[in-house]
């Protein structure tokens, strides 16, 4: 016995070395540790009901959309607008994933290999599959060609990645699909229901009604307390749910150019026209070397000129000069390579293909006498001209590309001739032209008017100095009304938004917004042809509104409803029997008329959107007034006139009702788990 109490009150000091030993070792690992644990957490992007996402986890979603982007449009760079789409998809995507793959796993669902292989091979093709291996030329499904694909896919990276993400996608589809069919199992339309449904539409009615609108009853007529606010706050809180926002005053410093820079533009042009105007000068070669805009090579008709230019040409030849002249905001000279004659339009058909080797064996039939519309609709690429043996009727000058728009306008009726465009090699036979008209080809040289970087180092030493004596939101109000400046708002702001107020790649005043504290004056931003100067105005988190932001909407609500009480008292105490009209008198209204209103009715002419009206109409006995209820805008009564039969039967209610809630299944499920969701979003962050 003396031993075991020894031991107890020995462990009690072991208890304690223990603990002590532990908490050491668990300090020294977080301390070895602690630069990853913190970067994790400085790492995080997301927390989707509990589950934490990296930045690299969601960057592979970004970067995955981002490949099958690129080899999908066959380009090597996004531009902003398309990265930032691909973000958002990339997010949805992520979020989607995490919530509806919870539900998957308390439900037990899932893909197996064997039903991809059946999605891809089976007798249920998945459409999109479908689409990739259908011969263009005869419609049909070519399942051998799937399976050799799938048996070479390794052999190619790129369509090894697109199938795995196509895998991807079709087994996310089949999933939803899976989850989609076991809520449309649980949801049923039972016989009472439909047979409820039906007799409430099986009548239309004709009606007089009066309204008596809360206007009509002041204010000070009713009391809302504050406890009547703070309890149906409580009641309705979920309504007063709101996103983190910011507000910014800002002021723009737009750099424009000074009189200085349009004089050096307009001398620029003017020293240039004495080489530009040398016959001995190629007009083409010097305007694509010199020029703000490339030399079009097209021939245009008189009417197809600027007006300015029409008024040059009459008269003028060629290797006429004209100009300087001024055109938004541009100096330009125009100088008149040629004067044609050419057919205002032609008629031609072509085959494209895209193997040389083809071509040429093409070319060479149809130079021959061959059939060239049956060869077109074998061979051609472009399958909305080949089903017409590569017709494409009659076009101007400019509406195709460069290469085939020359070879049908240069060449004679008649001819056949080979040319390659960015689309492939076009076999073309220009099969008539237009009567001849005058064409101009014109070249231009151009020079914008633009800021010098001596004007914008002006426009930002000004913007600098308004800063330096304008730091506090006091001073910067005083300023802008004491130099009559414009103050700009930018109002809830969220802190994913991409630009204030559409500023071009003004994404890093939104995210200084959601850093800085009230009244805290912005770095100067640099923003298009702006310099951007801006304070913190305001400020909400993310969570529910106070009492106090929603306070005066919810009084409006109550006093409507004591208005409403006070109403309804006066329309019973004026009722006069049956006498519609002598009730619209004894309220100071009118009377007026609805027809063939039934209880499925959106709204009601003269009332607007009023389910109370349109109830409280399709339940009323004929003939009678009835007592009056509460709606959006006053207080109805109404008197039935007329009732029309309108057949609706049990069967078919309970069809179309049962299509209603697969609908809301289909439309709405992954929208009602997504608001359940607890999901903490800080992208904002990072981007």
């Not at 891809?120 to 599959?129: D, E, L, R, Y």
């Amino acid at each position: 016995m003396a031993t075991l109490e020894r031991i107890r009150n020995k462990s009690g000091l072991l208890i304690i070395v223990i603990a002590i030993g532990l908490l050491a070792f668990l300090l020294g690992d977080l301390m070895s540790s602690g630069d990853s644990i913190f970067r994790r957490r400085n790492m995080q992007i997301a927390e989707i009901n509990g589950t934490s996402v990296s930045y690299p986890e969601y960057q592979n979603y970004v970067t995955e959309l981002e490949d099958y982007y690129k080899l999908n449009s066959r380009s090597s760079a996004l531009d902003e607008n398309t990265s930032y789409q691909i973000r958002e998809q990339a997010w949805n995507q992520m979020v989607q994933d995490i919530i509806m793959n919870e539900k998957y796993d308390d439900l037990g669902i899932a893909v197996t290999s064997d039903e991809i292989f059946e999605m891809a091979t089976g007798k249920n093709v998945h459409p999109q599959i479908r689409q990739m291996f259908t011969n263009p030329q005869t419609g049909v499904f070519d399942r051998a060609q799937v399976i050799n694909f799938l048996q070479q896919k390794n052999l190619d990276p790129n369509a090894n990645f697109y199938w795995l993400f196509l895998e991807k996608q079709i087994k996310k589809e089949r999933l939803f699909a899976k989850y989609r069919e076991l809520i449309k199992k649980g949801m049923y339309v039972t016989t009472a229901q439909a047979k409820a449904e039906a007799e409430a539409k099986a009548n239309k009615v004709d009606f007089d009604f009066v309204v008596k609108r809360y206007s009509a009853v002041p204010d000070s007529a009713v009391t809302v307390s504050e406890s009547d606010v703070k309890n149906y706050y409580n009641a309705h809180k979920e309504n007063y749910k709101q996103e983190a926002t910011r507000e910014v005053a800002y002021i723009s410093f737009d750099v424009v150019p000074s009189d200085e820079d349009r004089q050096m533009a307009k001398e620029w042009i003017e020293n240039s026209k004495v080489e530009f105007a040398n016959p001995q000068t190629d007009a083409i070669q010097y305007v694509n070397m010199n020029s703000e805009s490339n030399y079009i090579p097209r021939n245009l008709k008189f009417e197809q000129l600027s007006s300015t230019l029409q008024g040059f040409v009459q008269g003028a030849s060629e290797n006429e000069v004209y100009g300087p002249y001024l055109e938004n905001e541009t100096y330009k000279l125009s100088r008149i390579v040629a004067i044609k004659q050419m057919p205002d339009s032609v008629k031609a058909r072509h085959i494209l293909v895209n193997d040389p080797a083809l071509a040429d064996s093409l070319f060479a039939l149809v130079k021959g006498g061959a059939n060239f519309a049956e060869i077109a609709r074998a061979n051609s690429a472009d399958q909305g001209s080949a089903i017409n043996g590569g017709d494409l009727g009659w076009f101007a000058e400019g509406t195709m590309v460069q290469p085939f728009n020359d070879a049908c306008f240069e060449n004679p009726k008649g001819a056949i001739v080979k040319v390659e465009s960015q689309f492939g090699i076009h076999i073309i036979n220009v099969q008539d032209k237009g009567k001849p008209v005058t064409k101009y080809n014109i070249a231009t040289l151009e020079r914008n008017i633009t800021y010098s970087s001596k004007t914008n180092q002006q426009v930002y030493a000004q913007a600098a100095k308004f800063a330096s004596m304008n730091n506090t939101f006091e001073k910067f109000d005083e300023a802008i009304t004491a130099d009559n400046l414009v103050k700009r708002y930018g109002r809830s702001i969220k802190a994913n938004d991409r630009t204030v107020n559409n500023m071009q790649h003004s994404r890093e005043m939104v995210r200084w917004a959601f850093e800085a504290g009230m009244n805290e004056m912005s770095p100067i931003f640099e923003f298009g042809d702006s310099y951007i100067i801006a304070f913190v105005t305001g400020a909400k988190e993310e969570g529910y509104q106070s009492v106090a932001a929603v306070k005066s909407s919810i009084e409006r609500r109550l006093r409507n409803d004591k208005k409403a009480e006070v109403l309804i008292t006066e329309l019973n105490n004026k009722k006069q029997g049956n006498d519609i009209a002598a009730l619209a008198s004894a309220i100071d209204s009118e009377v007026m008329t609805a027809s063939q209103i039934d209880f499925g009715a959106f709204q009601v002419p003269g009332a607007g959107v009023e389910p109370a009206l349109v109830a409280l109409a399709t339940s009323s006995k004929v003939g009678e007034v009835s007592t009056p209820v509460a709606g959006n805008n006053g207080v109805y009564a109404v008197k039935v006139n007329n009732v029309t039969n309108n057949t609706v039967t049990v069967e078919d209610e309970k069809a179309q009702l049962s299509q209603s809630v697969g609908f809301k299944v289909d439309y709405q499920a992954t929208e009602a788990i997504r608001s359940k969701a607890e999901i903490t979003d800080e992208r904002s962050k990072f981007f």
